[in-house]
């Protein structure tokens, strides 16, 4: 009698199991081209037009790669905006986001020092920067099982890119209107705005290798932790 009362009811755990599958709502499908991830797309689409655009002698080619570098960089806000909405913030986002962040970033700022408009060494430290961050450290995060999206200090890097590409792109225009001291002024405060950028892209690596090192270390304790576990039980 013990034993039949202290025994649990087989049927009804199926049961509760089952009355809390249906409860809970069921995973939503993986979209690749959902409105918030067509705008992450666009900045990969729209950033070789800037450059384009760069060559063109003349205001309009300014007027032309400025407007479409400000619609590019606001699509970044809206990828983020329509994801939170509909509920689609999904691992993809938080890898393309970034990466296209950096691939429209890049591109512009060496179609900047290709064109003149910059020094073209400017360039290099946000070239070595997303570099290791996207082929180095991404890969690294995906064996300890981390997606790595976007923290804190990789936003702060594309907003004081966004502000710096934003002088650039003024000077430059302004440059086919006023005369030559406002052209070589700009310039200079561009140029400025730029090294100050490249040093804080170049700097907000560092939390991507903390973060990478304490993932490597949690996988290294779980898989330890595994280990023992299966030496225990052979034994």
Known sequence: MSGAATQPDQGLQV?????????????????????ANCFTYARFALAPVVVAFLFVPGAAGAWAAGWIAGFAMFTDFLDGYF????????????????????VFF??????????????????????????IQHVYLRPLAAQAGVVMGALIWGKLKTISQTVALVAV????IGGNYFDGDFARWGGIIGAVLVGIT???????IV?????????????RRVSDGAAITDSQVNA
């Open 83 to 102: 994801a939170r909405r509909s509920g689609e913030v999904s691992d993809l986002g938080k890898i393309f986001d970034p990466l296209a962040d950096a």
């Open 15 to 35: 049961k509760l199991l089952a009355s809390k599958s249906a409860g809970r709502a069921a995973p939503r499908p993986l979209r690749i081209f959902s409105l």
């Open 207 to 219: 939390p991507y290798f903390t973060a990478v090192a304490k993932a490597q270390i949690r996988a």
């Open 169 to 172: 792109m003024l000077a430059r």
């Open 106 to 131: 890049v591109i512009v700022w060496a179609g900047l020092g290709l064109s003149g408009a910059l020094p073209l060494w400017l360039c290099l430290p946000f070239m070595a920067r997303e570099f």
């Open 198 to 204: 490249a040093a804080i892209s170049v700097a907000s």
